[in-house]
């Protein structure tokens, strides 16, 4: 025996004789009871006691240790227990028994025992050599709970470990009271970009990676008084210099034996990247739609209440509220809108409200400084389906003021129907308000008077005064059409200066009291101390006419007749003056074609000179060889001629004519011949006047003193500036110049003396009874000196006798025309006179006079 075999000899028959001594005093019932307590505790003791012979076969085992191998108890004794012994851990348990047997004291292992049911079932087993080495005892305990918890364990922290390592946020543990990293995960190492073993053990403030997070030691204390730190918008350093824009989460809790704090620190550049082109983006479309010129808002509606979400700063400018003032109270906007449009935006709200199609609705709103402004509102609608119900969440919309343009339509739209001028209602307007007018009329049985009213010698005034005096006069005699008339007439201006008047219920009675007060007014030319005077003519519906056109038609004709007979007055339509103007538009129409058919004529009569008796030249005189009429004179055509614009075309052919005539005369070896043409006032301001006589002088070679240009005063009084201008043209082509019917107008001795004239001649309304009529010897006179003073020929026409001719030699007239020489001829007889080189004073009929014109 060795010394242990000895020791535990020793150890176990002290154990024997102190259980020896402790029941020595007890009887045997109290014996038996004792036996039963330890035999209770060796059964159901919670470890499987097992004792094993020394070949290692199982000598006894309690009832644990039997439901442990999961077979009974009798089947167990006489097995060796190594075959409940799994294969891998055969080794282990019989380095046990031998450790058990060499130490003679307790030995223990951790090994697996397969059960009856082939479960594997981890155990500690702790051995006791005893009796000498005969014999083993084994206590096993089931440890597989504790074997489970510890692979749990395991798992988890393998688990924490791997979340640790591929976090993709920085982790740092530090320890709470150093404040030195006790470790770092590898996505923070990568971040600062350095090495691992750099970080440890240092404290966070003394690396300047966390200057910015940590500042100091101070402030990692105070971050530990807190339970839980959150900063956002930290920097990180880098070792490439780079600041990470990061979020820090701390925390500080115990682990193991030290309490740590754990940071979790995140990079968040590119949040902060998305960040700051959300910003860039949202202040683009800020300052967008801060410029633009709508005002642009957004109003959330839920469950019955509305909420302002945005309104652009132009509502200011457009509405006068500030953006605040929207917000305070979304309410705002409906208060604003006009009145008179409360029924349609509502309509309009209604109809969206329903989920109806909507076009931009424009209003009128009133401005906070109480002006009233025209709106157009475009708005976009958010929906959202509650259950079955379709209700709107949003509407988004512009604003854009349009009362600028509201204004021009408004004008437009009045100029439209309007005249610019004098404000009255236009021709279109007119014909709608008497087709109205007319209609009511039919239907109540009333009369409508239409007064057509031109002024009495406008374009005088307009020429001679300017357009400004003429604008003007225009405006006064609207104002006085309207004092005139009722709100229920209609006063408008078609154009020029003619005016219509429209009156309702006006018989022929009450029209005449009306044309008498306009024509009574008069109209005062301002500026001046002349007042001019209407020409009104009158048609009543039903009777002159059931339409309009027909109405204005006759009320034309009636003032073409008032004008006629000498202006200053009004004249009735009436259905003789319709077959006079029937007349006379079929005159015009053939007049159209008169030239065509070279229907027209010129007849030439002598001008004679006093002083020998011989031609001094001739006057061209036009006639029209009408098909029906016969031979008509100037009197019946020449007017409408003019105011048809006919007399341009016709003049276009009357001056090459009288050329080529003079032509063809000189050609007959009649040399020294002139003849004076009649100019309208049309013509001479045509811009092809200075051309046709040019042309007709250059294709027929003669000179041009031998046409002469007869010009009446109302001629030269029509656009003074303009004809001075042509005259000087026509003077410096070699021309000569002479005014006809001198002394019938008003021309003013100033402008005489400007005009480049050669000749007046006097007007024949003088010579008829020049012996008689002293005022009429008393004006020629007076013609025939200015004459003489401004070195002009003067010559008298319409001499019919000797007396006249006598009178006129005597008072020093050096020409004369008229029947007493010779009447108008056609070219044939006059050529006849002038190859017989007639002295007229000697035969002042001459032997060709015949039936002549
Ligand atoms: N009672 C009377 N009458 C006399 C006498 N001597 C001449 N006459 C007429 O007096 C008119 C003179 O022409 P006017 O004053 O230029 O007046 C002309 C002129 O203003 C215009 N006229 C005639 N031919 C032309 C023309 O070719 N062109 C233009 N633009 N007007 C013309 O027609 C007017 C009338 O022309 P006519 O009928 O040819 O009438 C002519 C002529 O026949 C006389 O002793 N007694």
Partial sequence: MNDADSKNAVNRSRDRNAFDSDNANLSTEELVRELQVYTDLYEFSPVGLFTLDDAGNIRSVNNTGASLLGRARPELVGVPFEQAVAEPSKGDFSVLLNDARTSQSKSACELTLISDSSRQLPVRIDALCCKEGTEYRLSVLDITKRKQSELALQRSEARYRRLFETAKDGIMIVEADSGAIAEVNPFLVDILG???????????????????????????????????????????????????????????????????????????????????????????????????????????????????????????????????????????????????????????????????????????????????????????VQRQRRGDRLSITRLDGFILDITDIKRAEENIFFLAHHDPLTKLPNRSTLYERMEQVICAAQKSSRNVALLFLDIDGFKQINDSMGHDVGDRLLQSVAKRLSDCTRSCDVVSRLGGDEFVVMLWDCGETETTVVAEKVINAGFPVLGSNVTVTPSIGISVFPDD??????????????????????????????????????????????????????????????????????????????????????????????????????????????????????????????????????????????????????????????????????????????????????????????LQLSIDDFGTGYSSLSYLKKLPVDKLKIDQSFIHNIARDADNAAVVRAVISIGRSMQLRVIAEGVENASQLAWLQAEGSEEAQGYYFSRPLPVAKMTALLKQRANFLHNPRGKTQSKTL
């Fill in 194 to 380: 350095c090495k691992r073993e750099a970080l440890l053990g240092k404290t966070v403030w003394e690396l300047g990676f966390f200057a910015r997070i940590v500042p100091g030691a101070s402030d990692f204390k105070a971050m530990q008084q807190k339970e839980y730190f959150h900063g956002d918008d930290l920097l990180l350093a880098t070792v490439g210099g780079r600041d990470i824009p990061v979020e820090v989460v701390s925390n500080c809790y115990q682990s193991e034996q030290s309490s740590v704090v754990q940071f979790n620190i995140r990079d968040i550049s590119i949040r902060k990247n998305a960040e700051q082109a959300l910003l860039t983006s949202e202040e683009q479309c800020r300052t967008i739609v801060s410029n633009i010129n709508e005002y642009v808002y957004s109003v959330r509606f839920e469950e019955g209440d509305i909420t302002s979400v945005y309104h652009s700063p132009k509502c200011f400018d457009i509405t006068g509220y500030t953006p605040d003032e929207y917000y305070r109270d979304p309410l705002l906007w409906f208060t604003m809108i006009h009145e008179e449009d409360r029924n349609l935006v509502v309509e309009f709200l209604n109809g969206i409200f329903a989920g109806l199609d909507h076009e931009p609705i424009r209003h009128r709103i009133i401005h906070k400084d109480g002006s009233v402004r025209w709106i157009v509102n475009n708005c976009a």
């Fill in 545 to 734: 006419g059931r339409d309009y056109l027909t109405l204005l038609k006759h009320a034309d004709i009636a003032m073409y007749h008032a004008k006629k007979s000498g202006g200053n007055n009004f004249q009735f339509f009436t259905h003789r003056l319709n077959e006079i103007a029937h007349e006379r538009f079929v005159l015009e129409a053939e007049l159209r074609r008169a030239l065509d058919r070279e229907e027209f004529v010129l007849y030439y009569q002598p001008k004679v000179d006093l002083s020998t008796g011989r031609f001094s030249g001739m006057e061209a005189l036009i006639r029209w060889q009408h098909p029906a009429h016969g031979l008509m004179l100037p009197e019946s055509f020449i007017r409408i001629a003019e105011e048809s614009g006919l007399l341009t075309q016709i003049s276009k052919w009357i001056i090459p004519t009288v050329c080529r005539q003079i032509q063809q005369w000189q050609q007959q070896g009649i040399n020294s011949v002139s003849a004076a043409v009649n100019l309208s006032a049309s013509f001479f301001q045509h811009p092809d006047f200075e051309e046709t006589i040019e042309d007709s002088l250059l294709q027929t070679g003669i000179a041009p003193e031998c046409l002469e240009l007869e010009l009446t005063e109302a001629t030269i009084m029509s656009d003074p500036q303009r004809v001075l201008g042509s005259m000087a043209a026509m003077k410096a082509l070699g």
